[in-house]
Nanobody, 130 residues
Framework: QVHVVESGGKLVQAGDSLRLSCAAS????????MSWFRQAPGKEREFVSA????????FYADSVKDRFTISRSKTENNVYLQMNNLKPEDTGVYFC???????????????????????WGQGTQVTVSS
């Protein structure tokens, strides 16, 4: 069992920056691909960004490219999402997910699929006011 916990969400103004954190624990020594998704009220969960188990590759949704940066710690399954120049349309609950048993995150098509990920956190609310 892998436990995923997000933190860092809050209310910010448009143009502000915010850093989300995610920690996945429960499989000592194991490292796996991880991602961020978000869900706005009344909308489906959408892909934001993902990173491979070794940090060698990253993937982004077009809507956040050049504004958001995903990174991870070198030894554990801690993942971060640095969000700059936030916009009201970035508002939503941000979920972190871990691909423990699923496929390698070889491309954005795989990385952006909800079904790729086995474990999800409870989410952290990000609200961007205009």
């Amino acid at each position: 069992q892998v436990h995923v916990v997000e933190s860092g969400g809050k209310l910010v103004q448009a143009g502000d920056s915010l850093r989300l954190s995610c920690a996945a624990s429960g499989r000592p020594g194991g490292r796996f691909g991880m991602s961020w998704f978000r869900q706005a009220p009344g909308k489906e969960r959408e892909f934001v960004s993902a990173i491979t188990w070794d940090g060698a590759s990253t993937f982004y949704a077009d809507s956040v490219k050049d504004r958001f940066t995903i990174s991870r710690s070198k030894t554990e399954n801690n993942v971060y999402l640095q969000m700059n120049n936030l916009k009201p349309e970035d508002t939503g609950v941000y979920f972190c997910a871990a691909a423990v048993f699923g496929p390698e995150l070889r491309d954005v098509a795989v990385a952006s699929r909800v079904a790729t990920y086995d474990y999800w956190g409870q989410g952290t609310q990000v609200t961007v006011s205009s």
